[in-house]
């Protein structure tokens, strides 16, 4: 970059003086570079990957995303929950360089590598759960969840999987099959895998804090009624995220997911927790489910693990893990040693607590800014307004809706308004009707501050 782009960062409103770094809009959004790109690429990309923003990124500083315009944008998506010690932290870089210096690749079942063994120790020792545990490492997200009900079959011997409403478990064919919403994530794509079953949940915005008791029972009532229609003793495995993430952010209430644990436990059912997009100190904790105090007996861990590069695991009981033959499990790119380095250092920046304390207090500072401006009589609203301020950690949400019921259109309008002005705002929820809040788990307090203003400037323009 020129000179005088980097002289521009120097936000000069700065109290103290002091150059920092600043969210900065040189061009309209997307800009005129970002535009050509744009049009090269509908020409040769295919038009099934949506976009959010289409702004084309030619670095990453700090929590800034740099187009090719030379705008800075404020991350709030961390890549869908990736890059939670940030898109280009010095450390990764450096023990990732230094493996691609090495070698790039052997297969770990060809070859083996110590990296691949250093991180399944660490998942083994970190992950919930006191008892023996082994890991399988693997590239993405959906391939851990695949991986975990492989697993699950082969050590019950038992064919049915349980997931949840709301549940988000990936895109291929197995993984759309366990996901809650057809579109766009299963339209047109089926037939779909069979043995797959879906219990209701309960969220805790649906109750008043005070009075989740009946409707916890309530769920699990109708997880034991799913069972017990196909049989308890055929299912394999029950998969849930201890935080729903795509499906809306959904928090479940106190007592559901140890409620889970103990129904699976009576019926020799595999817990797995999905904790792909709530994992790695997303939510102020290493793992979510430590928070419900649940251990599953499985955990899946990948996005924020690999920090962008391509990195899942299964964490499991020992027994579990080894009741699958031998050559069972693998692939070629299992556990990459560039990866596996990313995920070393994942583990050194997580080790003395900040970045777990960042994650608390983006949580604290969400919700001190917009859970004043939360309706107080959600279904008594004529018109549209934020109904559920929630989440953990770096992981919060804001949902719209009115009297009739979700307002999707208010969520997309005021994203896209944040967007246009440079903060990198998702939506989610079945209903399309949530906010979601990802920013890195280390954003510098200022820039945290100024790209939560200019989403409530965006949200008091959708609603108004
Ligand atoms: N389990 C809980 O959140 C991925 C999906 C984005 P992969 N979530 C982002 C999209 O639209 O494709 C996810 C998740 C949970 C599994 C997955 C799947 O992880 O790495 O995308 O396969």
């Not at 997880?223 to 049989?231: C, I, S």
């Not at 019926?267 to 994992?279: K, S």
């Not at 990313?342 to 500072?365: N, P, T, Y």
Request: with cysteine; charged share 20%.
């Amino acid at each position: 970059m020129t000179a005088a782009t980097d002289t521009a960062v120097l936000a000069p409103t700065d109290p103290a003086g002091v150059p920092r770094r600043a969210r900065l809009l040189r061009t309209e959004l997307p800009g005129p570079r970002s535009r050509e790109l744009e049009s090269e690429r509908r020409r040769h990309v295919t038009d099934g990957f949506g976009v959010t923003l289409p702004v084309f990124i030619d670095r990453v500083e700090g929590s800034l995303l740099v187009d090719v315009d030379g705008n800075r944008i404020i991350d709030f998506a961390s890549g869908i929950a990736v890059t939670s010690v940030g898109a280009a932290n010095p450390r990764v870089a450096e023990r990732a360089a230094a493996q691609l210096s090495r070698f790039t690749h052997t297969c770990f079942m060809v070859t083996e590598y110590s990296s691949f063994v250093e991180v399944c120790r660490w998942l083994n020792e970190h992950t919930p759960g006191d008892f023996e545990k082994r890991t399988a490492l693997f590239s993405t997200g959906a391939e851990a969840v695949e991986n975990a009900v492989k697993i699950a079959r082969s050590a019950t011997r038992r064919p049915n999987v349980l997931v949840f409403d709301e549940a988000y478990h990936g895109r291929t064919q197995l993984t759309m099959a366990m996901t809650a919403k057809e579109n766009p994530y299963s339209l047109n794509f089926g037939p779909l895998p069979g043995s797959v079953f879906r219990g209701p949940t309960a969220p805790a915005h649906l109750a008043p804090a005070s009075d989740t008791g009946a409707l916890v029972a309530s769920a699990l009532a109708g997880v034991e009624a799913v069972l017990a229609e196909a049989g308890a003793e055929t299912f394999a495995a029950m998969v849930i995220e201890p935080i729903q993430g795509e499906g809306g952010f959904v928090v479940h209430a106190p007592g559901f997911l140890a409620g889970l644990r103990e129904i699976a436990t009576r019926h020799g059912i595999v817990l797995v927790i999905d904790e792909i997009q709530a994992g790695m100190g997303r939510t102020g904790t290493l793992f979510a489910s430590e928070q419900d105090g649940v251990a599953g007996d499985i955990t899946l861990s990948a996005k924020a693990l690999g920090a962008g590069l391509p990195l899942s695991a299964v964490t499991g009981r020992a027994e579990l893990m080894n009741a699958v033959h031998a050559g069972g499990l693998g692939g070629t790119y299992a556990g990459n040693p560039v990866a596996c380095e990313a995920a070393l250092a994942v583990f050194e920046l997580l080790e003395d607590g900040s970045l777990l304390a960042g994650a608390r207090s983006i949580e604290k500072a969400v919700r001190d800014r917009f859970e004043p401006l939360l309706a107080h009589d959600a279904a008594g609203l004529a018109s549209a307004g934020i109904v559920s301020v929630r989440g953990r950690g770096a992981m919060m949400a804001i949902e719209f809706g009115d009297a009739s019921g979700p307002r999707g259109d208010v969520a997309k309008a005021a994203a896209a308004a944040a967007n246009a002005a440079g903060v990198l705002t998702l939506t989610c929820g079945t209903h399309g009707n949530v906010i979601r809040l990802l920013p890195p788990l280390g954003i510098e307090p200022e820039v945290l501050d100024e790209g939560l203003a200019v989403l409530e400037a965006a949200i008091s323009g959708a609603l108004a």
